[in-house]
């Protein structure tokens, strides 16, 4: 978490303005490094108990000098506590960042680590400067699909924390058996619905090279009977027709007015008289306390640089489904999430 200034330093930075506060942001972009690296070495899940830095580095083979060094910079961010002469991870790294709490979002941080800020280094100034990247992210990873999986669990660590509170609102036609997850990436969401409706079956949708972190979800999960994975282009592609319900989440922010209109109208065609559309996403004003509007800023950033597009407005996105063919369209903000929101719609 980032460093908390004191009584003393929070008057000196914030009220008086008597040291640079831009300072705080080279700490913290040093802290998101450290836990990244944390993660990769296996530190939070290690320190289930306290453990001196030798017992540590021993277990987890590191350098002793080296891992006291990391482990003092999380402990001044908060994400390691001393406990006598020994480290323990802190109550919440144990419960967001690491199996054994309520979700593990550390693989958030390896994908922007290892992908984003990347493609940021290389396009961030030319979307600046010319509105978008020359390439989509997705592009760039279909050319180096190694990272897919990265990028599949850093979604999916985001899903995590937010697939029981959406999939409560998901509001499926009664007796629904089939469901297409478009853009569906790990599969988190269409896993979570089908292991909560026995009679239903999936097919995540995703680019061909996108779907290896779905289909090692979906074994371990027991739901290879019901569940699939097929590959292609949305847009473009076949995606198949007869679904009780189509799940469009966190795709629309990558597409242009035009163009969620044309997938608007292929999921029509895709689905049952009846079926529904279940759209999540980012929407234009959402964020209105201070982190939130922070992370809906940022999170627009990124969809420019990686992707030359943004987030919709919801009013806009609604009319957009009705212009397509769907009707009874309703919105359903997320308190977990609160840049967020769900919007659902009936094909009449
Ligand atoms: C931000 S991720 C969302 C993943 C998942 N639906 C979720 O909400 O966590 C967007 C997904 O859409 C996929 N996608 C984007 N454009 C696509 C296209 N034209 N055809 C197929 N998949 C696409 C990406 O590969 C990626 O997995």
Redesign the pocket.
């Known amino acids: 978490m980032p460093v908390q200034p004191n009584v003393v330093e929070r008057l000196a930075i914030y009220r008086f303005d008597r040291a640079p506060s831009a300072i705080v942001d080279v700490l913290d972009a040093g802290s998101f490094y450290a836990v990244a690296l944390a993660h990769d070495l296996d530190v939070f899940a290690t320190l289930d108990r306290p453990r001196s830095v030798g017992e540590l580095a021993a277990e987890i083979d590191a350098d002793p000098a080296a891992l006291g060094d990391l482990l003092r910079v999380l402990a001044a961010n908060g994400y390691v506590e001393r406990d006598g002469g020994a480290f323990v991870r802190a109550a919440t790294t144990e419960r967001w960042l690491t199996d054994d709490g309520a979700a593990n979002l550390a693989p958030w941080f390896t994908f922007w680590r290892d992908v984003v800020f990347p493609f940021w280094n290389e396009y961030l100034e030319t979307a600046v400067r010319e509105g978008g990247p020359p390439l989509t992210l997705?592009e760039w990873?279909n050319d180096d699909p190694d990272l897919w999986p990265t990028?599949?669990r850093g979604?999916?660590a985001?899903?995590t924390l937010l697939a029981d509170p959406v999939v409560d609102e998901v509001d499926l036609p009664g007796g629904a058996t089939t469901l297409l997850?478009?853009?569906?990436?790990?599969g988190?969401?269409a896993v979570e619905l089908c292991e909560r409706n026995p009679g239903l079956s999936a097919v995540v949708?995703?680019?061909p090279d996108?779907l290896a972190v779905a289909e090692t979800e979906i074994g371990d999960r027991g739901l290879a009977d019901r569940m699939e994975t097929r590959g292609?282009?949305?847009?473009t592609d076949d995606i198949g027709e007869g679904y009780d319900a189509v799940?469009l989440?966190?795709?629309l922010h990558?597409h242009d007015e035009a163009e969620v209109r044309a997938l608007f109208e292929r999921v029509h065609d895709a689905l049952a008289p009846g079926g529904r559309v279940v759209v999540?996403d980012q929407f234009r004003g959402g964020g209105r306390m201070n982190v939130g509007r922070a992370a809906v800023a940022l999170v627009s950033l990124t969809y420019r640089a990686t992707l030359g597009r943004g987030v919709h407005d919801a009013d806009a996105v609604a009319d957009w489904l009705r212009a397509a063919g769907f009707g009874a369209v309703e919105r359903t903000g997320l308190r977990r999430d609160p840049g967020s929101e769900l919007l659902q719609a009936t094909r009449e």
């Open positions: 997705y990873l990028a599949q979604f999916r985001v899903a997850d478009l853009g569906g990436g790990h988190r969401y949708f995703d680019h996108a292609g282009d949305y847009r799940l989440f966190n795709v990558g999540l």
